[in-house]
């Protein structure tokens, strides 16, 4: 029984848009996937991610925000837990196909065979511009990493509903626009 609901965010070009606003998604098939969650189609846990990364696409895009349903202990590797992340090593290092390849070729393997159908993770960019908020001696926090999910293929039952989305937060919208 799904226990977690949660707005996710993807942006693309109409195509692929549509297909999402009808609650299917739509399998990527970037040649990077391999590196980061594998097969499936990639969002991010907030707008401001998603806005980000419609300035560096190519085309006329939008934003789809999505609620997705999943159950926690069922459904989901999770990246950002160091014991999950324990157990998808142990048990890639067990099968020869995948000991050796890229972490999305085990990511994969391993969801298949355990009937997993959602990924997080945490994800590092270098280039992500910054304020300065964050500078200074024993800050810790950065927006370089970022948390990113990936839906399996063929596990479209997670996506409940999808709108396009235009707009920032109320607040920071307030804040931008003074």
Not at 103 to 132: H, M, N, S, W
Not at 165 to 175: A, G, H, I, L, M
Request: with cysteine.
């Amino acid at each position: 029984m799904p226990n977690m609901k949660i707005p996710l965010f993807h942006c693309n070009l109409a195509p692929v848009v549509v297909e999402l606003l009808a609650l299917r998604s739509v399998v990527s098939n970037h040649p990077m996937d391999i590196y980061w969650e594998g097969d499936g189609m990639y969002f991010w846990d907030n707008f401001g991610n998603a806005r980000y990364w419609q300035m560096q696409k190519a085309g006329p895009t939008q934003i789809v925000e999505c609620s997705v349903e999943f159950d926690y202990e069922k459904d989901l590797l999770d990246l950002t837990d160091l014991e999950q992340e324990r157990v998808l090593k142990r048990a890639s290092e067990r099968v020869k196909y995948i000991k050796y390849g890229k972490i999305g070729a085990k990511i994969d393997y391993f969801c298949l065979c355990e009937g997993l159908k959602i990924v997080r993770c945490f994800g590092v960019y270098e280039k992500t511009p910054q304020t300065g908020l964050f500078k200074g001696e024993r800050v810790h926090l950065s927006n370089k990493v970022k948390v990113i999910y990936c839906l399996k293929a063929r596990h479209d039952e997670l996506l409940k509903e999808a709108f396009i989305r235009k707009d920032e937060v109320s607040w920071v919208k307030r804040y931008l626009n003074a």
